[in-house]
Every structure is written in structure tokens, then in C-alpha cells.
């Protein structure tokens, strides 16, 4: 059973930036399609990006745009989502997914079989 660890969250002021970390053994080979989401409070958890064999997908909403940022440490085995130029709309949880094989890179929970227990984004002046 793959344990997926995310750590980075923290309370930030508008405008600010954090960088969250998702550690979990292989999730950086390419055996793993590895997404981050996030799920705010009284809403669904929606996907921000994706990353697998190299290549990395962000899902774009406007308000993202150009903001989030997926890549990874492999020698670490970390996955990390650089997020710029913080909100208060991205005030969330954000959870680290994976799933093993050949999933395309993909922004449905649907898709993802293992999770982590996520870590919270506060954005506050």
C-alpha cells in the first residue's frame, strides 16, 4: 500500500507563495500518474495538476492561471506543487493522489486510488 505525506501548508498572506511537498516511495518513477487537488470548504475537491513520466499537465481555471506549479524531485521522491501569488480563494486543503500503471495524467478523484491526508492552505491578511 502506497502512503502518500504532504507537508508545506501553512497560513500565508495574499500574495505570497508556498511550496507543497508530497513524499511517497516511487510516486516519481513512472510507474505513478501523481495529481494534486484541493477541496475548500463546503466545496468538491477539484484537480490542479498532474504529472507523470516527466511530463506535467496543469488544470487551468483563470483564477490559476500561470500560478500553480507541479515537477518533482526525484532523487527524493517528492512531488511538489509551487503555488505564486496566493488568494484567499485558494484557501484549501490540498491532498496528494497517485495512481499506479498507465493512467494518463487526469483531474477526476475518480481516478486516483491512493491519497494522502492533505494539508491545509490558509490565505489571510
Known amino acids: 500500500q502506497l502512503q502518500l505525506v504532504e507537508s508545506g501548508g501553512d497560513l500565508v498572506q495574499p500574495g505570497g507563495s508556498l511550496r507543497l511537498s508530497c513524499a511517497g516511495s516511487?510516486?516519481?518513477?513512472?510507474?505513478?500518474?501523481v495529481a494534486w487537488f484541493r477541496q475548500a470548504p463546503g466545496k468538491e475537491r477539484e484537480g490542479v495538476a498532474c504529472?507523470?513520466?516527466?511530463?506535467?499537465?496543469?488544470f487551468y481555471a483563470d483564477s490559476r492561471k500561470g500560478r500553480f506549479t507541479i515537477s518533482r524531485d526525484n532523487a527524493k521522491d517528492l512531488v511538489y506543487l509551487q503555488i505564486n501569488s496566493l488568494t484567499p480563494e485558494d484557501t484549501a486543503s490540498y491532498y496528494c493522489?497517485?495512481?499506479?500503471?498507465?493512467?494518463?495524467?487526469?483531474?477526476?478523484?475518480?481516478?486516483?486510488?491512493?491519497w494522502g491526508q492533505g494539508t491545509q492552505v490558509t490565505v489571510s491578511s
Open positions: 516511487g510516486i516519481t518513477s513512472n510507474a505513478f500518474t
Open positions: 493522489a497517485a495512481k499506479g500503471g498507465h493512467l494518463l495524467c487526469s483531474n477526476s478523484v475518480l481516478d486516483y486510488n491512493q
Open positions: 504529472i507523470r513520466g516527466g511530463r506535467s499537465y496543469t
